[in-house]
């Protein structure tokens, strides 16, 4: 079940640039850190276009002002790079 829900194990499938973030502090073990820099090198090992932001001390959720000002530029500026003047893409196919 995990695996069939991972994205992890698809990472050499993802052909879209992929904007990731994560809290350092995130206690939940379904979504540690460490995942989150998996896939990101994963995404990057097979030759796509990826970035990752953590976030220092905040858990699942964003909560201080700081950070979520940091990711909304890191938003931004994604969205500026890859999405306002990419062209249509047919979608994404499950594998």
């Not at 090198?41 to 030759?47: E, K, L, Q, T, W």
């Not at 530029?73 to 499950?94: I, N």
Request: aromatic share 10%.
């Amino acid at each position: 079940m995990y695996i069939e829900a991972s994205p992890f194990f698809f990472a050499d499938k993802i052909r879209l640039p992929l904007l990731l973030d994560h809290g350092e502090d995130v206690a939940n073990p379904g979504t540690e850190p460490i995942q989150a820099r998996k896939l990101y090198r994963a995404v990057r090992g097979n030759g796509g276009t990826t970035r990752l932001v953590m976030l220092p001390h905040e858990p699942h959720w964003h909560t201080a002002m700081g950070s979520n000002e940091q990711l909304a530029c890191e938003m931004l500026t994604w969205f500026d790079r890859y999405v306002k003047d990419a062209p249509p893409h047919k979608g994404v196919s499950a594998p």
